[in-house]
């Protein structure tokens, strides 16, 4: 059961660490696209 548990817990960090970097490479993304309608 221990083992069961970790397992589920580094999957729950490896999906925030995936959620955390696709919306920090949207908001990149968006700011790449702000930049670009200024210039």
């Keep these: 059961m221990i083992k069961s548990a970790s ?3 580094i999957e ?3 999906a925030i660490y ?3 970097t696709r919306t920090a490479r ?3 993304a968006l700011i790449a696209d702000r930049s670009e309608q200024t210039h």
């Design 7 to 9: 397992h589920t817990n």
């Design 12 to 14: 729950r960090v490896y």
């Design 18 to 20: 995936l959620c955390l």
């Design 26 to 28: 949207s908001e990149r």
